[in-house]
């Protein structure tokens, strides 16, 4: 009887990936979780919010805020360059679905992912939460980090990120 890898991811998560470099790293979120890549542009500070929350920007009158996926993941403040650019992602909550960007340093391509080429995230211990990494994408050059969009940020995170797009929305209104 055959007995079947158990460092392999057990629900499928194969499919379209954006990938994308934070540093040196590559990363890759579901592609049904974005709704588009624009370029970098001003974000407008919001006050009293944590630092890896850049602002909000407002793209075709809808106000969306900006986290800064280098700074959340503890690795400082993006260094903007001619790469850098914002991913607005969706998250889908029921009816309540919320938008926002997350700053990266580079989107390198759409990959499609097999199973077979994703394996379990390694347990780190218990001391470092890493449930925001759905599994590990390999081929013979690389690894890349799935990352659950759903879960980068706590549910007190998004509640907050909510309310500020809702009151920057009414004041722009």
Do not use: W
């Not at 992912?113 to 379990?120: M, Y």
Request: aromatic share 4%; proline share 3%; net charge negative.
């Amino acid at each position: 009887m055959l007995q079947k890898d158990k460092t392999k991811v057990k629900e499928t998560q194969s499919g379209k990936y954006l990938t994308f470099k934070l540093r040196k790293e590559e990363f890759g979120l579901a592609i049904h979780k974005v709704i588009e890549i624009i370029e970098m542009q001003d974000i407008t500070p919001v006050p009293r919010t944590p630092d890896y929350i850049r602002g909000v920007i407002n793209l075709r009158g809808i106000i969306h805020p900006v986290i800064d996926l280098n700074q959340k993941f503890g690795l400082g403040s993006t260094r903007e360059t001619d790469l850098t650019c914002i991913i607005i992602v969706i998250l889908e909550r029921g009816e309540d679905n919320q938008q926002f960007g997350v700053i990266v340093d580079q989107v390198s391509e759409v990959e499609d992912i097999d199973d077979e080429d994703i394996d379990e995230t390694p347990r780190l211990g218990t001391i470092v939460e890493d449930d925001f990494i759905m599994g590990m994408a390999k081929n013979e050059a690389s690894v890349k980090m799935l990352l659950d969009i759903e879960k980068i940020l706590s549910q007190e995170e998004l509640r907050m990120l909510s309310k500020v797009s809702k009151n920057e929305n009414k004041q722009n209104s």
